[in-house]
């Protein structure tokens, strides 16, 4: 069975834990270099991505997680995971940096103060798709590799980069499984 790591810096883990469990996955917490490389995907959630780059520059796992990232290893970002993900950033703190490994810019808190969270239906791979958005981010522009799954009204909302998936929504908070069954099936090497 695929093991999957949901990176314990700081966000929402135990919710994507619980998501991967329900997906066909066993997933744990990781935070350590040895426990990152020793499982096969690994899941950035969402929270904070000025905090999950202090914090990964403290523990040194900056550039070993963007070595680990573009060496292959299958990632699934959501919200602020998206904007790790992100080779580049809008919108970000001074000298706020990235892991990278998907061709986009990602603007972050892209939808407003004023709306800081909200939610609604937007198409993810061409199906409706109940999603939670908390001072999300968007997807300024997408490179040529990276396939847009998902959109709302207009706005890159879901993308997929061969073996990383990124979305400024939360799916961790809703019972709908399908990204996170889709994640496992990209670790398996199925889809
Ligand atoms: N605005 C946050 C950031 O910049 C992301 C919010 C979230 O992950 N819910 O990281």
New binding site residues.
């Given amino acids: 069975m695929a093991v999957i790591g949901v990176l314990a810096l700081q966000g929402d883990v135990r919710e994507h834990v619980r998501a991967l469990e329900e997906s066909g996955a066993t997933a744990k917490p990781v935070r350590r270099l040895a426990e990152i490389e020793s499982v096969d995907g690994l899941v950035i959630p969402?929270?904070?991505?000025?905090t999950l780059w202090k914090l990964a520059t403290a523990f040194d796992l900056l550039d070993p997680l963007r070595k680990i990232i573009a060496d292959g290893m299958p990632a699934f970002g959501s919200?602020?995971g998206l904007?790790m993900l992100a080779d580049r950033l809008r919108d970000g703190v001074a000298g706020q940096q990235t892991f990278g490994g998907i061709d986009m810019t990602a603007r972050?808190?892209a939808f407003g103060r004023q709306v800081d969270s909200f939610e609604r239906d937007v198409q993810v791979d061409g199906a409706p798709f109940h999603a939670v958005f908390?001072?999300?981010?968007w997807v300024e522009r997408a490179g040529a590799e990276v396939t847009v799954l998902g959109e709302d009204n207009g706005r890159i909302i879901a993308v997929r980069q061969g073996p990383l998936l990124a979305t400024a929504f939360?799916p961790e908070l809703t019972p709908d499984r399908r990204i996170h069954e889709l994640f496992v099936k990209m670790v398996k090497g199925t889809s």
């Fill in positions: 969402g929270g904070e991505s000025t919200c602020a904007i972050r808190n908390i001072r999300a981010p939360h």
